[in-house]
């Protein structure tokens, strides 16, 4: 009687392991066309993304379209600008997320449920909610047109997630470690400094990429903000490929995307051990 049940389990664990296997090659194929159709358009020459006959790949490697895009949208003072505004936005995240987040989860007011819902409910507001009052409110202060105000709102819109993942990190750490360090004569600030930050450390770097990238990539928020050519950050310059009539340099926009995507993915690869730690950590009661 027992070897029925044992046998049907494992018949159905022998069925679905391929299919498991095979859906997760789909999706991997999915996600990998785009990128290589990135790759092979920006090595095409323009006679070859002009033609209906080109196949997927490049006949001949050209670096035309590279030069080209360097050039013509000054991506190296968009790239500085957008490095500049997303470095500045994850560190000013960062320092004001990790105290909340802390105060959230081991100082138990009444003030904590009614701070996490409204945590959570301001991530339901869509951009074009708020950006009309927002714009008067920066222009009123003298901060359209800047990097410095496109750091402000870049940080507003990413410490309410920031500060829920952080609550996760800091929710699976034993307090018992906290209450252990002041018996040994330990204060709050040595304890925070010595226990909880390296033990936060792995959540840090999680919160502070997804800040990261988010700030490199966003593109409605500078849209309105920010005119001037100078100050345009990286996803604004690749949009002067996008004519006035929809025509679309091709070549040129995929090159500056493919230069556009290596600082993100180079912080990606350098960091991905800690961040799937991080993920991993959070999980645990988040």
Same mark, same amino acid.
């Given at each position: 009687?027992?070897?029925?049940?044992?046998?049907?389990?494992?018949?159905?664990?022998?069925?679905?392991?391929?299919?498991? *296997?095979? !859906?997760?090659? !789909?999706?991997?194929?999915?996600?990998?066309?785009? =990128?290589?159709?990135?790759?092979?358009?920006?090595?095409?020459?323009?006679?070859?993304?002009?033609?209906?006959?080109?196949?997927?790949?490049?006949?001949? @490697?050209?670096?035309?379209?590279?030069?080209? $895009?360097?050039?013509?949208?000054?991506?190296?003072?968009?790239? +500085?600008?957008?490095?500049?505004?997303?470095?500045?936005?994850?560190?000013?995240?960062?320092?004001?997320?990790?105290?909340?987040? *802390?105060?959230?989860?081991?100082?138990?007011?009444? =003030?904590?449920?009614?701070? /996490?819902?409204?945590?959570?409910?301001?991530?339901?507001?869509?951009?074009?909610?708020?950006?009309?009052?927002?714009?008067?409110?920066?222009?009123?202060?003298?901060?359209?047109?800047?990097?410095?105000?496109?750091?402000?709102? *870049?940080?507003?819109?990413?410490?309410? @997630?920031?500060?829920?993942?952080?609550?996760? *990190?800091?929710?699976?750490?034993?307090?018992?470690?906290?209450? $252990?360090? &002041?018996?040994? +004569? &330990?204060?709050?600030? /040595?304890?925070?400094?010595?226990?909880?930050?390296?033990?936060?450390?792995?959540?840090?770097?999680?919160?502070?990429?997804?800040?990261?990238?988010?700030?490199?990539?966003?593109? @409605?928020?500078?849209?309105?903000?920010?005119?001037?050519?100078?100050?345009?950050?990286?996803?604004? &310059?690749?949009?002067?490929?996008?004519?006035?009539?929809?025509?679309?340099?091709?070549?040129?926009? !995929? &090159?500056?995307?493919?230069? !556009?995507?290596?600082?993100?993915?180079?912080?990606?690869?350098?960091?991905?051990?800690?961040? /799937?730690? +991080?993920?991993?950590?959070?999980?645990?009661?988040?």
């Amino acid at each position: 009687m027992t070897t029925l049940p044992r046998t049907s389990t494992v018949g159905r664990s022998a069925v679905a392991r391929p299919l498991q *296997y095979l !859906a997760l090659l !789909a999706y991997m194929c999915f996600l990998a066309f785009p =990128l290589l159709f990135l790759l092979s358009t920006a090595f095409k020459t323009p006679r070859e993304l002009k033609s209906p006959d080109a196949g997927l790949l490049p006949e001949h @490697f050209d670096l035309g379209n590279f030069s080209s $895009a360097i050039t013509k949208a000054d991506l190296f003072t968009a790239a +500085g600008n957008s490095l500049l505004v997303s470095a500045t936005t994850t560190v000013l995240v960062t320092l004001v997320a990790l105290p909340a987040a *802390y105060a959230l989860v081991r100082f138990r007011t009444k =003030l904590r449920g009614l701070a /996490t819902g409204w945590i959570l409910l301001s991530q339901v507001f869509p951009f074009i909610l708020i950006i009309i009052p927002l714009f008067l409110l920066l222009k009123n202060i003298g901060l359209v047109d800047t990097l410095l105000g496109l750091v402000l709102v *870049y940080a507003v819109w990413a410490l309410p @997630f920031s500060l829920w993942m952080l609550q996760g *990190y800091v929710s699976a750490i034993p307090v018992e470690l906290e209450e $252990a360090s &002041a018996v040994d +004569g &330990a204060g709050r600030l /040595t304890t925070l400094t010595r226990i909880v930050l390296p033990l936060l450390a792995p959540g840090l770097v999680a919160t502070s990429l997804f800040t990261f990238i988010n700030s490199w990539n966003e593109f @409605f928020f500078a849209l309105v903000l920010i005119q001037d050519p100078d100050m345009q950050t990286l996803p604004l &310059a690749l949009a002067r490929f996008v004519g006035v009539e929809g025509q679309v340099q091709l070549g040129q926009l !995929a &090159a500056a995307a493919l230069l !556009a995507c290596v600082p993100s993915l180079a912080f990606f690869m350098f960091i991905q051990k800690r961040l /799937t730690a +991080g993920l991993l950590s959070g999980a645990v009661k988040g």
